[in-house]
């Protein structure tokens, strides 16, 4: 079964800062990839995807993640944050298309990013 | 781009009684909905996978009684949970996947459905 670990419950980060958050998958086979913000009251808003090819994946607000297979690690970034990125982060994985139908995802239990001024 | 809504966005209700809640793909027709259930400060957890026309597929550990499951049509599936107890008491998250699309292609999420159940 998939498996999906946020290591850092809280982070904080002053504003104009780099970020990184730290995503760790296990699944047997090679994984599609996701990273999802929450804001309160709001939905969750896909950031980027990694399905195949560049490891290095670009998505919205100025996010990158980077695969890295050796480590199975799918790490969020950004060079400079600002105060209205603060919010839940969800990192997660999925297994794709199987043969009997779409699949659910498998989430990370989230990140809490708040932003110093 | 892709929409999808909730409604209700919170409910209260006693204990004992049912509440349905609605997903709603609102500018594409979806295959396959989701239903996930998220606890206070902690992950979403999916509870099942709902196709349109057919049964939905539970997820080990959630009872298909208690939460029933309708996709009646390519735009609208239902989350019912019956006999509500405290415990049920979440944050009640749906997703969609467009027609003709894999599940981790694209799955755009509602904003979620608060139940409290007194």
């Known amino acids: 079964a998939q498996s999906v670990t946020q290591p ?3 982070i904080t980060v002053s504003e104009g800062a780099s970020l990184e958050l730290r995503c760790n998958y296990s699944y047997g086979a090679t994984p599609y990839l996701f990273w999802y913000v929450q804001s309160p009251g709001q939905g969750l808003q896909l950031l980027l995807k990694y399905f195949s090819g560049d490891t290095l994946v670009q998505g919205i607000k100025g996010f990158e993640a980077e695969f890295k297979r050796s480590q199975s690690s799918f790490n969020l970034r950004k060079p400079s944050v600002h105060w209205s ?3 839940e982060y969800f990192c997660a994985v999925g297994a794709g298309y199987s043969g009997g139908g779409a699949d659910g995802l ?5 990140t809490h990013l708040i932003i110093q001024p | 781009g892709a929409v999808v809504s909730q409604h209700p966005s919170r409910v209260i209700c006693k ?5 349905k809640i609605e997903c709603r793909s609102l500018d594409f027709q979806a295959t396959t909905m989701f239903w996930y259930r998220q606890f206070p400060k902690q992950s979403l957890m999916l509870m099942a996978t709902s196709n349109e026309g057919s049964k939905a597929t539970y997820e080990q550990g959630v009872e298909k009684d208690k939460f029933l499951i309708n996709h009646a ?6 989350l019912t949970v019956t006999s509500a107890h405290p ?27 608060r139940l409290t159940v007194l």
Do not use: M, N, R, W
């Open chain 1, 106 to 110: 498998t989430f990370g239990k989230g």
């Open chain 2, 73 to 78: 049509s390519l735009t609208l599936s239902t």
């Open chain 2, 15 to 19: 204990s004992g009684t049912s509440v």
């Open chain 2, 87 to 113: 415990e049920d008491s979440s944050f009640y998250i749906c997703s969609a996947s467009p027609l003709g699309t894999g599940s981790t292609d694209t799955q755009y999420f509602g904003p979620g459905t």
């Open chain 1, 8 to 10: 850092d419950i809280h």
């Open chain 1, 85 to 87: 990125d603060a919010a």
